[in-house]
């Protein structure tokens, strides 16, 4: 998987490193296309993962330090770049507040990011939604339903509790309408942040 820091048109490259990384990964999981898995992947420290996996780095396409981006070597984590590490594929049987409940990260992992594909209504819908559904009910009359909006939602946290998010309506699929935010997914930020807990 080759995540090169690519122009992300519209996005200042003064952001910070947690918001880069979320923006990485949107654009890498846009470039798969729609109706995609949910994937996961640690975010680890760029320095140090050139430092201390060489190998994984060369792999990744990470050179040596771009000053440009103010990358500085061995500098502290809030000035640092982070890399996006996909993990294994998340196994489509289990659902996945249960599976991220089953993470462990080691210690040179300082967070994680979570891509999922979701429908969404818009709160003028919500309103009009049938009392008593069942989850599988529920999820029919949504994908059902004329004001529907397929999103990708791309959430990422930081061991330090730092949290950023990226949406990407399918209708409007280009990167300079991608919406960032530390709260827009307040729910799975909280899934992710509970898997560094001890």
Request: contains cysteine.
């Amino acid at each position: 998987m080759d995540m090169d820091n690519l122009p992300l048109d519209g996005t200042p490259l003064a952001s910070g490193p947690l918001t880069r990384a979320v923006l990485e990964i949107d654009e890498y999981t846009a470039g798969l296309g729609w109706d995609q898995p949910a994937r996961l992947f640690a975010l680890v420290d760029t320095a140090r993962l050139r430092t201390q996996e060489p190998e994984l780095a060369q792999q990744l396409g990470l050179g040596e330090p771009d000053a440009s981006a103010g990358e500085q070597p061995g500098s502290s984590s809030s000035a640092a770049s982070l890399t996006p590490v996909e993990q294994d594929e998340i196994p489509a049987s289990v659902p996945l507040d249960e599976f991220l409940g089953t993470i462990a990260w080691p210690d040179s992992v300082d967070g994680c990011a979570l891509t999922v594909e979701r429908l969404m209504l818009p709160p003028s819908a919500e309103a009009s939604v049938p009392s008593g559904l069942d989850d599988a009910e529920l999820s029919r009359w949504v994908a059902e339903h004329p004001e529907r909006k397929e999103v990708r939602m791309t959430v990422a946290v930081l061991r330090d509790g730092e949290r950023e998010s990226a949406l990407r309506l399918r209708e409007k699929d280009a990167t300079t309408e991608v919406l960032t935010g530390s709260g827009l997914v307040p729910g799975l930020a909280e899934a992710l942040s509970a898997t560094f807990e001890e």
